[in-house]
């Protein structure tokens, strides 16, 4: 990935400190950056759910120290089994979050560094993980970026995404090297497996009628804490994200439902192909800006000029 930090963001990665943060499952290692100092009123500590805490190309290491230059206290870890951090590793199940190791992380941030208010981020199980704090920390968060994933039982979306496949999509599948490179786990083995069983079914007794899958209990109950909370939320999807087919029954049930001041909280997007994935640098980077313009509006005061912000979308919303 090209290095693309500016000599303010290298100044906050000089100003880096550890922290490790106790926990029954083991030590956390993390980074915290502290914003620049002269940046302004600081806003919210961003606390970025990824694995591993670099994640993979590094960019959320460029992202913690260009909010940390605008004045944002950032944090980035490893979970407990990952990375640096003590702890049993397993297989990681987004309707089983780490929402211990999440709350563990604001009450340190705020124990022992003085945070008080927090947005957090998150793609995947890691925004699965971030959206289970609000159950706990409802109060202390102003915010969270929830990037493709999935909101029901994996074997309900495994369905799901199965039966919108044909043989006409296996076989350019099978011909494609990276989905070769990726069949190194039995989970994946697993869904191959799916796809290929309910092609055939479709194949010999026709479309089935469309079922109604269920979402999961445990996104049910953190969801419910986050429409409580007074948190402002981004959910962004691309509309080949095998999670957004299975988000959309979200948006037609628990979306729908919610009152309007509620609804008026959570922005919605959804990008032309595909955002959950990480190989594609360029859809990578673009997830990355945007990610950091929402936060950067989150919490600035409407009529702040751009530049003022140092470049980020003037503000249509004042935190309270």
């Known amino acids: 990935m090209p290095w693309l930090e500016t000599a303010s963001d290298v100044d906050r990665a000089r100003a880096e400190r550890p922290v490790v943060i106790p926990t029954p499952l083991g030590r956390l290692f993390g980074i915290f950056t502290p914003p620049a100092p002269g940046a302004g009123a600081p806003g919210p500590c961003v606390v970025l759910f990824t694995r591993p805490r670099s994640h993979r190309n590094r960019m959320w290491v460029e992202g913690a120290r260009r909010l940390a230059a605008r004045g944002f206290a950032a944090f980035r870890f490893d979970y407990h089994g990952a990375g640096d951090s003590e702890g049993a590793s397993g297989f990681l199940d987004p309707n089983r979050p780490y929402r211990d190791d999440a709350v563990a992380v604001l009450r340190e941030l705020r124990e022992r560094h003085?945070?008080?208010?927090?947005?957090?981020?998150g793609s995947c199980f890691d925004a699965r993980t971030a959206l289970a704090a609000f159950a706990d920390e409802a109060d202390a968060i102003a915010g969270m970026v929830f990037i493709a994933a999935p909101v029901?039982?994996?074997?309900?979306?495994?369905?799901?995404?199965?039966?919108?496949?044909?043989?006409?999509?296996?076989?350019?599948?099978?011909?494609?090297?990276?989905?070769?490179?990726?069949?190194?786990?039995?989970?994946?083995w697993r869904y191959m497996a799916t796809v290929?069983?309910?092609?055939?079914?479709?194949?010999?007794?026709?479309?089935?009628?469309?079922?109604?899958?269920?979402?999961?209990p445990s996104f049910m109950e953190h969801f419910a804490a986050l429409v409580r909370s007074r948190a402002r939320a981004l959910f962004l999807y691309g509309d080949d994200d095998a999670e957004y087919q299975t988000f959309q029954v979200a948006e037609r049930t628990v979306f729908a439902d919610l009152d309007p001041a509620s609804?008026?909280?959570?922005?919605?997007?959804?990008?032309?192909?595909?955002?959950?994935g990480f190989l594609e640098m360029?859809?990578?980077?673009?997830t990355l800006d945007r990610t950091l313009r929402w936060i950067?509006?989150?919490?600035r005061p409407a009529g702040t000029s751009a530049a003022a912000q140092g470049g980020a979308t003037e503000a249509a919303w004042t935190s309270n």
């Open 114 to 121: 003085g945070q008080t208010r927090f947005v957090l981020v």
């Open 152 to 188: 029901m039982p994996l074997e309900d979306q495994t369905r799901v995404d199965a039966d919108r496949k044909s043989w006409a999509h296996l076989v350019r599948a099978l011909g494609n090297r990276e989905n070769w490179q990726s069949l190194g786990s039995a989970e994946r």
């Open 196 to 216: 290929v069983s309910r092609v055939a079914r479709k194949t010999v007794r026709g479309p089935a009628e469309p079922e109604a899958p269920p979402l999961a």
């Open 263 to 276: 609804r008026r909280r959570f922005e919605i997007e959804v990008w032309p192909g595909r955002v959950h």
């Open 282 to 286: 360029t859809r990578s980077r673009e």
């Open 296 to 299: 950067e509006a989150l919490d």
